[in-house]
């Protein structure tokens, strides 16, 4: 069992940064893979971007690719999501979630269903 606590939400301009922060209880966080999530009013949840437990391998969606960037410190138990260059329609909640034991270990997956565990959210925010 694994919890997962976001921080680093908050209101910014349009071309601003935000950094957020997900932070995990329990035992061998090192071998899960874990994903940003986001949800908007009235759409799905969609994935932002992942890493792998193994090898520290990334994806990310296409929308955000070149202006957001996922790392982790495994020392820490934390996942961060790095967001530059915001924009409007970056605004949602942000969620993390984690996948234990994913197989390829050096993947992550894009798809909600395959993740076992997830936090309770952070609202982003981006004016324009």
């Known amino acids: 069992q694994v919890q997962l606590v976001e921080s680093g939400g908050g209101l910014v301009q349009a071309g601003g940064s935000l950094r957020l922060s997900c932070v995990a209880s329990?035992?061998?966080?090192?071998?899960?893979?874990i994903g940003w999530f986001r949800q908007a009013p009235g759409k799905e949840r969609e994935f932002v971007a992942g890493i792998s437990w193994s090898l520290g391998n990334t994806e990310y969606a296409n929308s955000v690719k070149g202006r957001f960037t996922i790392s982790r410190d495994n020392a820490k138990n934390t996942v961060y999501l790095q967001m530059n260059s915001l924009k409007p329609e970056d605004t949602a909640v942000y969620y993390c979630?984690?996948?234990?034991?994913?197989?390829?270990?050096?993947?992550?997956?894009?798809?909600?269903?395959?993740?076992?565990?997830w936090g309770q959210g952070t609202q982003v925010t981006v004016s324009s």
């Open positions: 979630a984690a996948d234990q034991d994913r197989r390829p270990p050096w993947s992550s997956s894009s798809l909600p269903g395959e993740y076992d565990y």
């Open positions: 329990g035992r061998s966080f090192a071998r899960y893979a």
